[in-house]
Nanobody, 124 residues
């Protein structure tokens, strides 16, 4: 059974940083597009960032460009999201997602596997 386990969420002041990690339990991790989505209360789940299977290509939502960085380590079957200059509007539950899909796929339905989510709260 494939599992994605996130860690690294928490409470931070505006302007601060957090690093999210996601570890996968699958041998096929290196073939997957990996992504971070987020969902704030009352809002739809949205793609924050995605990384192509080799790490060569990345996608960012306009709202996080220049502040967030996605990376992956296929040897460790892990993907990371470095979040800098955090804003209160970044507050949400962040989900790790993966699957064999185009690396610019912004549709949550395109990802087969999901983590349980980790809360990120940014105070003003």
């Amino acid at each position: 059974q494939v599992q994605l386990v996130e860690s690294g969420g928490g409470l931070v002041q505006a302007g601060g940083s957090l690093r999210l990690s996601c570890a996968a339990s699958t041998r096929t991790f290196s073939t997957w597009t990996m992504a971070w989505f987020r969902q704030a209360p009352g809002k739809a789940r949205e793609l924050v960032a995605a990384v192509q299977w080799s790490g060569a290509d990345t996608y960012y939502a306009d709202s996080v460009k220049g502040r967030f960085t996605i990376s992956r380590d296929n040897a460790k079957k892990s993907v990371y999201l470095q979040m800098n200059s955090l804003k209160p509007e970044d507050t949400a539950v962040y989900y790790c997602a993966g699957g064999v899909t185009f690396w610019r796929n912004i549709n949550p339905g395109g990802y087969n596997y999901w983590g349980q989510g980790t809360q990120v709260t940014v105070s003003s």
